[in-house]
C-alpha cells in the first residue's frame, strides 16, 4: 500500500479512533486480526464493535473521563474494548495480566480507575480485592456487555494534544510503578514515526504478535501501527515457539517483534535451520539489549536480518529503530532517531553539559511523542522533564553514524525478561515478614533473563527463617516475573548517611 494512502488514515491531526475509523474504509476486506484457530476479525467489525463498546461505556454514567481499566490478556475482546474505551472519551488504563492483588489495588487507586473489565479467568484474582476496590466497578470482559449497544460512533468531544486518552503503567525510575500520562498526540507521533522514518517502515505487513498488549510495544508499535498500514496481527494470548515457526511457514508471516527471551529461544532452536521461514522481511528485538552475537547466530541460520531498537512507554514506545537496508548492522545498535525526536546526551550528573560524540552520558530525548508526564507525581516529572527535554535514566552514546549506543542504566530498575522490575517494591514485600530486619534487591546478569532479581537480606537478632520462604512470600504477593530469584543473608546493608541503598557496592560484589 502507499505510503499516500497510510497518510491520509495517520495523518497528523488525527487520533486513534479516526484512525480505526478510516483505516476500516481504506481496507474493509482484508483481515486484521487472526485467530489461532484462524477466527478473523476485519477493521469494520471493529469499528462497528468499538462504537458498540463505546456506547454501552457512556451508558453507564461514569463521570467523564474516567480511567476504566482492561486486566485481560491478549484477545480480540481485548482490543474491541480498548478501542472502544478510547473512542468513548474515557481514559484507557491497561493492566499487566499476571498483576495479584497489591499490584492490582496499587494501580486501582493512583489511576482512580472507576471501572476494571475483567477477563473470565481472572475474575477471581480481582475479586479477591474485596472491599478494597472501593467504588471501582468489576465488570467481566464479554461481548454481552456491548452486544446490543448501537453501532453508530458517538459525538465526543477532546483535545488530542492536552487530555489523556491513554495511561499505561511503568516503572519510572524507582518505587511502585507509575502511570505515564499519554494523548492522542503522542501515541499517532509514535505510529507515525514508525511508518514513515525512512528505511525504518514497520508497517503494511503480516505479524505474529504475542506481546502483550497491556504493554506499550504491543499495543502502539505493533498492533496500531498494523491497524493504520493495512497490515495484519495473527494475535496469541502467549508465545508458542512451535506455534509461532508453524504460523510463519503456514501464514507466510512478513514481520516477528520479539523481546530478548524470545530471541534466545528461537537462536537456540536445534531445528530452526529446517524451517521454512522466507516470507519472514525481519526479526525485531525491543523491551531490552541482547548479544549481538545472539542477533548474528539467528540471522546466519536463518537468512533473516535482525534489528534492535529503543523506546519506552513515555515515548509512546519508540525512539530510535535499525532498518534493514543494509547501510548498518540492525543489531550492533539501537538505531538512529526516528523522524521528528532528537536524541542527545547528557553529562548523567547534573543534566547541563552535552556529550561529544562517543562520550558516555544520560540519554535525553525530545520530540511529540514524549509524555505528559507521570500521573500525580510531581517530584518525578521535575526531574525527568526538563527544558522540554525527557531524561530518560538510561546511560548511552552516539557514535559518529548518528547510531544510539545505550550501555548501562542510571536507573535502579531491574529487567527481567524485559519487565520492569522495582527493587523497592520487592524491598517493601519482604519487610512484611517479622524475622527481617533490613534488605536490599539488586539484578545480576543471567544468560537467559537478562537480569534476575537477587536480595540481600539481614536478619533480626535470634530470627530464623529461610530463603525458600522468603521466596515464597514474595512469590505469593507479585506478578511471577517480579520473584525472587537469588538470596544472600548479609550482616548489614551498605547505606548513605541518609539512608539510601548504595546499590552499586551490593552489585560490585555479587
Not at 525491543?286 to 534489528?307: E, I, K, M, Q
Not at 533473563?449 to 527463617?465: R, S
Amino acid at each position: 500500500m502507499a505510503n499516500s494512502a497510510i497518510e491520509s488514515i495517520a495523518h497528523p491531526a488525527s487520533t486513534l479512533p479516526s484512525i480505526l475509523h478510516d483505516s476500516a474504509r481504506v481496507f474493509p476486506d482484508e483481515p486484521y486480526l487472526v485467530g489461532p484457530s484462524g477466527e478473523t476479525m476485519t477493521r469494520p467489525e471493529l469499528d462497528s464493535g468499538a462504537s458498540q463498546f463505546a456506547n454501552a461505556l457512556l451508558e453507564l454514567g461514569l463521570p467523564e473521563r474516567s480511567a476504566i481499566g482492561i486486566f485481560s490478556p491478549n484477545s480480540f475482546d481485548f482490543v474491541v474494548a480498548g478501542y472502544g474505551i478510547l473512542r468513548s472519551g474515557h481514559v484507557f488504563t491497561p493492566f499487566n495480566s499476571s498483576y495479584k492483588r497489591r499490584e492490582l489495588l496499587h494501580q486501582i487507586r493512583t489511576s482512580g480507575a472507576t471501572a476494571v473489565f475483567v477477563a473470565s479467568p481472572l475474575m477471581e484474582t480481582i475479586t479477591d480485592c474485596g472491599d478494597e476496590l472501593g467504588e471501582c466497578r468489576v465488570i467481566e470482559l464479554d461481548r454481552e456487555f456491548w452486544r446490543e449497544a448501537s453501532p453508530s460512533e458517538p459525538n465526543v468531544d477532546g483535545d488530542r494534544e492536552k487530555d489523556v486518552a491513554f495511561l499505561p503503567y511503568s516503572s519510572g525510575t524507582t518505587g511502585l510503578s507509575k502511570g505515564v500520562m499519554l494523548t492522542q498526540a503522542n501515541l499517532v507521533a509514535a505510529i507515525r514515526q514508525c511508518l514513515f522514518t525512512p528505511g525504518n517502515t514497520v508497517g503494511g505487513v503480516s505479524m505474529y504478535c504475542f506481546l502483550p498488549l497491556y504493554h506499550i510495544y504491543g499495543f502502539n508499535v505493533i498492533l496500531n501501527t498494523a491497524l493504520a498500514s493495512g497490515g495484519s496481527i495473527h494475535l496469541r494470548a502467549r508465545f508458542d515457539m512451535d506455534d509461532c515457526l508453524d504460523t510463519i511457514e503456514r501464514e507466510g508471516i512478513e514481520g516477528l517483534p520479539t523481546v530478548p527471551p524470545v530471541l534466545l529461544g528461537l537462536a537456540a532452536r536445534p531445528d530452526l535451520a529446517e524451517r521454512d521461514l522466507t516470507s519472514l522481511e525481519w526479526i525485531s528485538c525491543g523491551a531490552a539489549p541482547v548479544s549481538v552475537a545472539v542477533c548474528h547466530r539467528l540471522r546466519d541460520t536463518t537468512g533473516v536480518p535482525v534489528r534492535q531498537g529503543y523506546g519506552m512507554t513515555e515515548t509512546a514506545g519508540i525512539a530510535t529503530l535499525n532498518g534493514v537496508d543494509g547501510l548498518h548492522d540492525p543489531a550492533a545498535s539501537a538505531g538512529t532517531a526516528v523522524e521528528g525526536l532528537d536524541v542527545a546526551i547528557r553529562d548523567a550528573e547534573t543534566g547541563d553539559r552535552s556529550m561529544a560524540v562517543d562520550e558516555v552520558g544520560e540519554v535525553v530525548l525530545h520530540g511529540p511523542n514524549i509524555m505528559l508526564g507521570y500521573h500525580g507525581q510531581p517530584e518525578e516529572n521535575a526531574r525527568a522533564l526538563r527544558d522540554g527535554w525527557f531524561f530518560t535514566g538510561d546511560i548511552g552514546k552516539i557514535d559518529s553514524s548518528g547510531q544510539l549506543h545505550i550501555v548501562d542504566r542510571k536507573k535502579e530498575m531491574i529487567k527481567y525478561k524485559g519487565f520492569q522490575v522495582m527493587p523497592a517494591e520487592l524491598e517493601g514485600v519482604m519487610l512484611e515478614l517479622p524475622e527481617i530486619r533490613d534488605c536490599a534487591v539488586i539484578g545480576v546478569k543471567d544468560p537467559e533473563a537478562g537480569e534476575i532479581p537477587k536480595a540481600f537480606i539481614v536478619l533480626k537478632p535470634e530470627a530464623d527463617i529461610s530463603a525458600e520462604r522468603i521466596q515464597e512470600h514474595v512469590a505469593s504477593q507479585v506478578a511471577g516475573y517480579k520473584k525472587i530469584r537469588q538470596v544472600e543473608f548479609v550482616a548489614s546493608i551498605p547505606r548513605s548517611p541518609s539512608g539510601k541503598i548504595l546499590r552499586r557496592m551490593l552489585i560490585q560484589g555479587a
